[in-house]
C-alpha cells in the first residue's frame, strides 16, 4: 500500500493527532505491518499466541468466539484498537476478530516497536494508556448502571414479595423460594458485605 495513502489513513484517527508528520512517516516505513483484509478474513484467529496489538485505520471488525459463532461480542470501527489487554501477557487470544468489511489494520508486533524510534514508542505507549483508561471508565459507568439496575429491581421484587407475604393460600415452598430469591438479590446489590 502507499505511504501516502497509510498517513491519511493515520491522519484521520484521533490516536495520531500527537504524532508529528515525520513520526507518521517511520510508522509507514513498515509496510508489512500495514494489512489489508477482506470481508470475512479472519484477522486474529481465538486460541492462537499472537502478542500483537492492532489498530483498525479503517473498515469494520467483529469480535466473535468459536463457542457462540453467530453471537457478536462486539463490533468495532476506524480508529478501534484490539489486542491491548492479552499484548500484555502471554497467553492465547480468547476472540476471534473478522473483518465485516473491507478492512485495514495496523499490525504492532516486537519486531516493529524493536526498530521504532524511542518517541515514537512513547507516543504509542501514552495512547494506549489513554484507551485503557477510556475503557476502565466505560466499565466502571457500566457496573454503576448495572447497579443501579439491581437495586431497582431489588426494590420491586420487595414490594411483590410483600404482597406475596400477605397472600395466605401460598404454599411454603412459594415463600422459601420467595425469601431466598429476595435475599439473593440483596446479596447481589451488597456485594462488600
Request: hydrophobic share 40%; aromatic share 6%.
Amino acid at each position: 500500500m502507499d505511504a501516502n495513502k497509510i498517513i491519511e489513513h493515520l491522519n484521520r484517527l484521533v490516536f495520531f493527532n500527537g504524532f508529528t508528520s515525520e513520526e507518521k512517516t517511520e510508522v509507514t516505513n513498515f509496510t508489512q505491518n500495514f494489512v489489508q483484509h477482506r470481508e470475512g478474513d479472519l484477522i486474529v484467529q481465538q486460541d492462537s499466541n499472537d502478542p500483537s496489538l492492532y489498530i483498525l485505520l479503517d473498515g469494520e471488525v467483529e469480535l466473535r468466539k468459536n463457542e457462540q459463532p453467530d453471537i457478536i461480542i462486539s463490533a468495532l470501527l476506524s480508529g478501534s484498537i484490539f489486542g491491548t489487554v492479552l499484548a500484555l501477557r502471554i497467553s492465547p487470544r480468547n476472540k476471534n476478530v473478522i473483518a465485516i468489511r473491507k478492512s485495514l489494520v495496523l499490525r504492532l508486533d516486537r519486531p516493529m516497536l524493536d526498530r521504532l524510534n524511542p518517541a515514537v514508542i512513547n507516543k504509542f505507549n501514552v495512547e494506549f494508556i489513554k484507551v485503557l483508561f477510556r475503557r476502565v471508565a466505560e466499565m466502571n459507568i457500566k457496573v454503576a448502571w448495572e447497579r443501579g439496575e439491581i437495586m431497582r429491581i431489588t426494590s420491586a421484587y420487595g414490594m411483590i414479595k410483600d404482597e406475596l407475604d400477605k397472600t395466605p393460600s401460598l404454599s411454603k415452598e412459594v415463600r422459601i423460594t420467595s425469601n431466598l430469591m429476595y435475599e439473593q438479590l440483596k446479596n447481589i446489590q451488597r456485594p462488600d458485605e
